[in-house]
């Protein structure tokens, strides 16, 4: 059994950062990719990040523009998102997820990013 969980969500000013975790406990056999998604109210989920297993460079939504890293953590099924310059419009809910190469993928719950003055 695979369980995902995001957490480090919240609010923030517009111009701030914020750092999002992401952990799925149990194992993911044949691990391809792994990244976020986020989704706001009235609209769809769109990527945001995305690396893979292959160890290429890291894909971002094109509204990303240097302002948004994602890496992975120092244990296998652990990454991070790093936000910075972090406007209104990223407001959304922001998942976490993990993508066998079968293409079977494990979701998070989902995390609430407020970005708000």
């Known amino acids: 059994q695979v369980h995902v969980e995001e957490s480090g969500g919240g609010s923030v000013q517009p111009g701030g950062s914020l750092k999002l975790s992401c952990e799925g406990s149990?194992?993911?056999?044949?691990?391809?990719?792994m990244g976020w998604y986020r989704q706001a109210p009235g609209k769809e989920r769109e990527l945001v990040a995305l690396i893979f297993s292959s160890l290429s460079s890291p894909k971002y939504g094109d509204f990303v523009r240097g302002r948004f890293t994602i890496s992975r953590g120092s244990t296998e099924n652990t990454m991070y998102l790093q936000m910075n310059s972090l406007k209104p419009e990223d407001t959304a809910v922001y998942y976490c997820?993990?993508?066998?190469?079968?293409?079977?993928?494990?979701w998070g719950q989902g995390i609430q990013v407020t970005v708000s003055s």
């Open positions: 997820y993990f993508r066998t190469l079968s293409n079977f993928d494990y």
């Open positions: 149990g194992r993911i056999f044949g691990l391809g990719a």
